[in-house]
């Protein structure tokens, strides 16, 4: 008897990891086979941000005689689903509401879509929460379970829009809700930063209760505007991620707070992403405290009045195993600050800043031989979970300070060996700068830089002794000013022809570029496509 291989469970079972959303439901419409067998990989995450799960919801709603609720097809399906990422509150209600969604690794909630707050869970919530009425709250919306009396508390802002702010209010309850359900399974957790500055947590002993329960969780950005770090890791000691801010002021919490020191080699952490700028002692005591840290990422340095730290009495001069730092905003006194710091950084690897001071490549090439990623985004890209895909890092830049910073990276290329990566869209060398030195990094295999004064009508014009670059323009410009004034030489004659000079310019260049033979990825801007265009017609 011959068999139809579609009809083996072995077969169906080691397709289901490999078909789109939208594939496997068209499959569980086939047969009630084949709907057996890929139902659970259909349910296995679950992401409404995607277009394709709201019409999947939307289809399985209406395909039945009795079409069933969200909410009952959360409870049909939820011991399916391992990992939830959420922006719809009518989503996160029902998944709240399922008793069967306890099977939960990673739940991620995110900025809110629902146009209008939806309606209470269930009677018994009505009822919990007519018992326990507070004047701040009222206005919100009831509290949904016991449990959460005196444990959030509303901020004095005033958003313009009331419903928004009564949905967050709603949607942090039954994030938590989701939490407890779950406390067995759950390992990376994500809310919303809005709802930490809308509804601070003011119970710790809540927060931290709650966390201590999660016997697996490994990664939790939770929203929180404050974190008391210290009794976090106590708690959580096999956490290897944490996005979060630190409470202020920090710095009372690490002379006081912090276990002692037999206890540091328990601390797991990873990654720490902060959304504060740190003092210098603040951060000095950090690597010492977390010695398994390989990423560090937060706004920015600050520095007190008076002598700076001296990190020989803070770290008990031992330099930091740090592999990354990765900082989001400029400040004032970086060029000054940031050399200093790399001398206690002799194993870092991935560094990120916005603007990359001469100062600062001097100290990375001097003291951190082993540097294998540069960037200007802001943000940490060391193979870590990130937390559901948050999107781009806005970088922030005072008000005064260039976005660029011509050919600094060039001495980056220049002298350290090790490079892979160079993601520095912001970042400017000019193409007769760049082949005039040799690049040490044979090996790098993403290289993004914006190379500038590589077409035709970029010409060199010499002042006496300074060198600089005109367009085409300001040559016209240039040109009839000197005719005026009958020739004095202020712009030398005789110039290069445009054509010659762009052709020999761009073979140099790519002899460059040929001999990195591991480059995968490669984009120097729309300066360098346009020219290479032009001189290939």
Known sequence: ????????????????????????????????????????????????????????????????????????????????????????????????????????????????????????????????????????????????????????????????????????????????????????????????????????????????????????????????????????????????????????????????????????????????????????????????YLPQLDDIVFAGFMMLAGLPPSPQDIMDNKPSQLQGLHLRQIGKQDDRIIPGILQWLPNLKRFGIALLYPSIAKALRTHCPNLESFSDSGEAENGHEQGGGRGGVVVVIPPGVPISSANTLNHLLQHCSKLRTVRAGRHTIMGSYAVKHSWACKRIETLCFRLAGVREDTLTVKRSTTTRTLSRGELRSSGSSSSSNGGDGEVESGLVSRGAQCRELHRRIKERLGELKSLRVIDLGEEWAEATLMVTD
């Open 1 to 288: 008897m011959k068999i139809n291989p579609l009809t083996l469970p072995e077969l169906l079972v080691s397709l289901g990891p490999f078909l789109s959303v939208q594939d496997l439901y068209s499959s569980t419409q086939v047969n009630r086979l084949w709907n057996t067998f890929l139902v659970p990989f259909l349910w296995y995450s679950i992401d409404d941000r995607l277009f394709s799960w709201p019409a999947i919801l939307n289809r399985i709603h209406h395909d039945d005689d009795e079409p069933d609720t969200v909410q009952v097809l959360f409870e049909k399906y939820g011991h399916h689903i391992h990992h939830l990422s959420l922006s719809w509150l009518t989503t996160l209600q029902a998944a709240s509401a399922a008793a069967t969604c306890a099977q939960l690794r990673s739940l991620l909630v995110f900025g809110l879509k629902d146009r209008d707050p939806p309606p209470l869970l269930t009677n018994e919530s009505e009822e919990a929460s007519s018992h326990h009425h507070h004047p701040t709250q009222s206005s919100l919306g009831p509290l949904l379970a016991p449990m959460f009396e005196r444990v959030f508390r509303p901020s004095q802002e005033v958003w313009g829009n009331r419903i928004k702010q009564r949905q967050y209010w709603t949607m942090v309850q039954l994030y938590w809700v989701l939490v407890h359900r779950n406390k067995q399974h759950l390992q990376n957790l994500h809310l919303e930063a809005a709802v930490g500055r809308l509804f601070r947590m003011v119970s710790k002993e809540y927060l931290f209760d709650s966390l201590a329960l999660l016997i697996e969780l490994k990664s939790i950005d939770t929203g929180l505007v404050q974190m008391d770090l210290p009794v976090l890791l106590d708690q959580i000691p096999s956490l290897r991620t944490l996005r979060s801010r630190l409470n202020d002021p920090f710095t009372k919490e690490v002379y006081f707070s912090w276990p002692t020191p037999l206890r540091e080699s328990f601390f797991q952490l990873r990654l720490l992403e902060l959304r504060d700028r740190l003092y210098l002692q603040e951060f000095y005591h950090l690597l010492r």
